[in-house]
């Protein structure tokens, strides 16, 4: 598989599925807004709150997947990739991913401390598309 066409698919979605593991094994899903800042298809940088459920999860268990996919008139594509999930508080990285509309979420501005950053380090994935799948690695 290509990395830089799946890069560039992943770039147009408005859209990431996230998924992280419960306290019982269940995977649990959520949709988000697409990736703040991405690393070809090695990393990806989310804002969320610190507070969530979703945090909580990530720091007892780091496993987890992304998904990305479109859905065509005729054709179906999705790009599922599984790796780690970091939750970040420090200032440098909050400061990274920041866009001037996140008061509305996050009302003391950049240093709210329920302002939280999530990092996914890709370690493989699937592709999809055109009844086709495929597996690769990510290094």
């Known amino acids: 598989m290509d990395n830089n066409k799946l890069a560039q698919f992943i770039g147009k979605q408005k859209v990431a599925f996230i998924c992280s593991v419960d306290e019982e094994g269940f995977p649990n899903v959520k949709a988000m807004l697409s990736p703040r800042k991405t690393d070809g298809i090695k990393e990806f940088y989310f804002s969320t709150n610190t507070s969530s459920m979703r945090v909580k999860q990530y720091l007892n268990n780091p496993n987890?997947?992304?998904?990305?996919?479109h859905k065509g008139l005729i054709?179906?594509?999705?790009v599922m990739?599984?790796?780690k999930m970091e939750v970040l508080t420090d200032q440098k990285t909050k400061n990274m991913?920041?866009?001037?509309?996140?008061?509305?979420f996050y009302k003391?501005?950049?240093t709210d401390p329920d302002y939280c950053v999530l990092k996914f380090t890709a370690t493989g994935g699937r592709y999809y598309c055109d009844l086709k799948t495929e597996s690769f690695t990510v290094e």
């Open 108 to 110: 003391q501005g950049v």
């Open 97 to 104: 991913i920041w866009k001037k509309g996140d008061t509305m």
């Open 64 to 69: 987890a997947c992304i998904y990305f996919c």
């Open 81 to 83: 990739l599984k790796g």
């Open 75 to 78: 054709k179906y594509t999705g």
